[in-house]
């Protein structure tokens, strides 16, 4: 098989990518390990900046997100027993975040490139990239039990942080900074409908509460637990008793309990190779960089990473001009790197060190006042949770 851009994986940046350049006129073909259905059911993230939105828009994607996503337009800081709302638009000269699953977006981008005769194949397994550094690179894939080739003219590495596409890039030619924390995140999902109306990021001495949503019925809760912890420890009473004892606040608040439909623990880990290109072989989304979940940034930068490579393609492919090409890791790096220093601040800002000091205690709730009470702190907070501008 030939095509002019391989795409590895069909997760967000995949299939935003192959949607992105089909409306380019630039022919492309998906290749994704998993089946459909294990790509639109996987649960992760919950929260679109407004720039995401935008680009979601533009390439007409948005018909349901449209009708049930939910704009919101604040968060709530909650520690010593208090509540603290961020106004977003108030704070950022009018930007807003959505609530829409990323596994809505998945089904959404998925549905369009089936309605467009794109080609995305299910169940099948990159294996390696092949002539990155020349002119006709090629991707060796597995499917229905053989082995392929995939002949192309540009590879987009997609596949997530496990894939295979930077692990192809030769030894030496990239560079990795990474950070691990001493915690993961247990996440439940519960039909019951959401305690709040916006978003709560709780610090508690017993450690870091999130209560998120997927649509007026299904609530989404998070608590940091121990990064060797196992769902198996974590009956539904003991998930809703902790919730309860992390979110208490003084004056009237009830945190609704339902049945919980899904639990799981995930690690956190902050995760940046560069440059995220290698030749004709261009890494996008996760299998690039990793953000700790705390600043809801994931998804947004691969969004933002695909929009980036899009443009930089066509551009190439109409003219042969190669400079949006040359820019794209550096481009990418500026955005990505500010969104790991604001995930890093909210993880460490947020959570509860088992190890740490009692100065660096103290400095987190000097940090946590700080924020709650003056206008600029809070506005720097916004800017980012909102999002900066695509450009
Ligand atoms: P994905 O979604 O991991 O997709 C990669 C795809 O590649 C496939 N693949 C392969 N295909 C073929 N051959 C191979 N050899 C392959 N190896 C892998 C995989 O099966 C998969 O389908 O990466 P992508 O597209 O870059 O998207 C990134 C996002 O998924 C991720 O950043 C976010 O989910 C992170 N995240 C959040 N981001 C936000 O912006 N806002 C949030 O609120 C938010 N919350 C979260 C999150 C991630 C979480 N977890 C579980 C890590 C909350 C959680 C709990
Ligand atoms: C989610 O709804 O899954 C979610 C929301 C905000 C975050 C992380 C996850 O910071």
Known sequence: MRTSVAIIGAGPAGLLLSHLLHRQGVDNVVLELRTREYVERRQRAGILEQGTVDVL???GATGRLDREGLTHHGIELRFDRRSHRIDLPGLTGGR???VYAQTEVVKDLAALREQAGGTVLFEAEALAVEGAGTDSPRVRYRHGGAEHVLDCDLVAACDGFHGIGRRSVPEGALTVAERTYPFAWLGILAD???SCEELVYAHHERGF????MRSPQVSRLYLQVDPDDRVENWPDERIWDELDARFAVDGAWTLRRGPITEKSITPMR????????HGRLFLAGDAAHIVPPTGAKGLNLAVADVTLLARAVAHW?????ESLLDAYSETALRRVWRAEHFSYTMTTLLHADPGESEFDRRLRLS????????????ASLAENYAGLPMD
Do not use: I, K, N, Q
Not at 317 to 321: S, T, V
């Open 57 to 59: 828009r533009a390439a």
């Open 96 to 98: 807003s975040v959505t």
């Open 192 to 194: 019951v409908p959401p």
């Open 209 to 212: 509460a999130l209560h998120s």
């Open 270 to 277: 902050s995760f940046v190779a560069e440059p995220m290109r």
């Open 317 to 321: 492919r109409a003219d042969g001009d």
């Open 367 to 378: 940090h946590l006042r700080y924020l709650a009470s003056s206008p600029s702190a809070s």
